[in-house]
């Protein structure tokens, strides 16, 4: 029965412990990575936050420079009692995406101190349009909207001249 009561009570410690083993690792490692927005237009900033980067990483993507990632609230190396959460171990940055880059789905990877993380699809970068008159690709006039025009300048012309000519014949009854 001593046997079976000191088998119990190691039974319980290697499962306490296998179960707080891969708690404790998850705390150390970055995790939840954050792209706000999550749709961009090329040359917008990214705002990208991470969960449990104490002190601070790298973040990269191949539509934005390597951008650094700052620890909120002083959620440094040092604060080994703070478990996740805002100021106790994420940190933000905020990346600016290429002007050149293509319109897509883009992964983001995270370093924080030689530990890794990459979330896939992170953002979406849209293509843009070009503006003006309702999104049109010629400059200038063309040669359809210079006939347009000459027509109009003609109608106004005669217009004007009958009208002209139709008050100075009032004049002489």
Do not use: H
């Not at 009692?81 to 983001?108: C, E, H, Q, W």
């Not at 970068?125 to 025009?149: F, K």
């Amino acid at each position: 029965m001593r046997n079976t009561r000191a088998l119990a009570v190691a039974g319980a410690a290697v499962a306490a412990l296998g179960l707080s083993a891969p708690a404790a690792v998850a705390w150390e490692t970055p995790s939840n990575i954050t792209a706000l927005p999550s749709v961009i237009a090329r040359g917008g900033q990214l705002a990208i936050t991470v969960d449990n980067c104490r002190g601070g990483g790298t973040a990269t993507s191949n539509a934005f420079s390597p951008t650094q990632l700052s620890p909120v609230g002083g959620g440094g190396k040092g604060n080994e009692g703070d478990r996740g959460g805002v100021g106790n171990g994420t940190a933000r940055g905020t990346a600016t995406i290429n002007s050149d880059a293509r319109p897509g789905s883009y992964d983001i990877t995270v370093d924080c101190g030689g530990r890794r993380m990459t979330k896939p699809q992170a953002f979406t970068v849209i293509g843009g349009v070009r503006g003006g008159l309702g999104g049109s690709t010629t400059t200038g006039a063309t040669p359809t909207d210079v006939a347009i025009g000459g027509g109009l300048v003609a109608a106004a012309v005669v217009g004007g001249g009958v009208f002209w000519m139709r008050r100075r014949a009032e004049r002489r009854i």
